[in-house]
């Protein structure tokens, strides 16, 4: 018997039902997840199979008599129509992507709940074991690379009017500002009041881009109104009011740093909770839905 070996730490106990629900859920979802990965795996093969075959045929053509190159012209075509059937049935599955636009959202609500909403029990000794690993989780940089994206891609790299920074510009310099600090200080300032300028830009943007203009209120009304008309058919619109929810929080936080200073590690996680915040926003929205004005309308309707 291996006295060192380590003892697996048994989950903590769920109390209440609603715990239970979501923990079945999440079971659920994920057990979903792997079917669905086990049968593109099979899928991938066998197409991984066809390109295989095309790569070892293309340098043989030249050596075919025409007889054979008429019969091998109808096989390829036929493999070809096949593939284009699967791209068009793939197509129709594309809310799978919406689904990961839902789950993005989960970083957002969860990095919020432990900092304004009280919905982890952070004084729990088991908390730090759980909650360092979640947060590894959401800083990878692929989010950060997956929100630059999502901002070319909705045209939030352009300033709508000149004398003011895209949301990209200012969402690049808050990352900057963390990665490298202008004074050993940790100058919070100069990182996420940009972050919150990105948002409010971004926001403003996306109101203004609207298929139907219609007056709206705080961050609240302001996202339900973008949900209303930007969304993805199917994401649901639990998640659009759980996004006016937390940009309503959001801003407000944000706000608060024009002053004073707070540890890296802190830092990072408000960093963080606006990336995850955009990252969920623009994912569950569909950019071939945006009015694309040129900036001198744009100026008329903020008028």
């Avoid at 008599?65 to 036929?78: A, C, F, K, R, Y």
């Avoid at 996420?192 to 203004?208: F, H, K, T, V, W």
């Avoid at 001198?296 to 309707?301: A, D, G």
Wanted: aromatic letters at 6%; one cysteine or more.
């Amino acid at each position: 018997m291996n006295k060192n070996k380590k003892k697996t730490k048994a989950p903590l106990p769920l109390i209440h039902p609603t715990q239970v629900e979501l923990a079945n859920m999440v079971a659920k979802a994920r057990k979903e997840v792997e079917e669905a990965i086990r049968r593109v795996e099979i899928v991938k093969g066998n197409l991984q199979s066809i390109i295989d075959e095309a790569d070892l045929t293309k340098p043989i053509i030249p050596f075919l008599q025409p007889q054979d190159t008429e019969g091998l012209i109808n096989i390829w075509s036929s493999v070809g129509n096949q593939v284009s059937r699967l791209n068009t049935d793939l197509d129709a599955i594309s809310p799978s992507s919406d689904a990961a636009g839902s789950t993005a959202t989960v970083s957002s609500a969860i990095i919020s709940g432990a900092y304004t909403n009280n919905r982890l029990f952070v004084d729990s000794p088991d908390f730090q074991s759980v909650w360092i690993p979640y947060v590894e989780f959401v800083s990878r940089p692929s989010h950060k690379d997956n929100v630059t994206q999502l901002l070319k891609e909705f045209g939030l790299d352009i300033p709508h009017q000149p004398d003011e920074k895209s949301p990209l510009e200012l969402f690049e310099t808050a990352h900057e500002a963390f990665a490298k600090p202008v004074t050993q200080n940790n100058p919070v300032s100069t990182s996420l009041i940009p972050l919150r300028g990105c948002i409010d830009n971004a926001i403003q943007s996306l109101i203004l881009m609207r298929p139907h203009q219609e007056e709206t209120g705080g961050w609240k009304k302001k996202i339900i109104s973008i949900g209303k008309q930007l969304k993805k058919d199917s994401l649901p619109d639990e998640v659009i009011d759980e996004l006016a929810e937390e940009c309503h929080s959001l801003i407000n936080d944000l706000s608060g740093f024009k002053t004073g200073d707070i540890n890296r590690g802190d830092w990072l996680i408000w960093l963080n909770r606006g990336t995850s915040f955009l990252n969920s926003l623009l994912k569950g929205l569909d950019s071939s839905k945006l009015i694309r004005r040129g900036s001198s309308n744009l100026k008329s309707i903020q008028s």
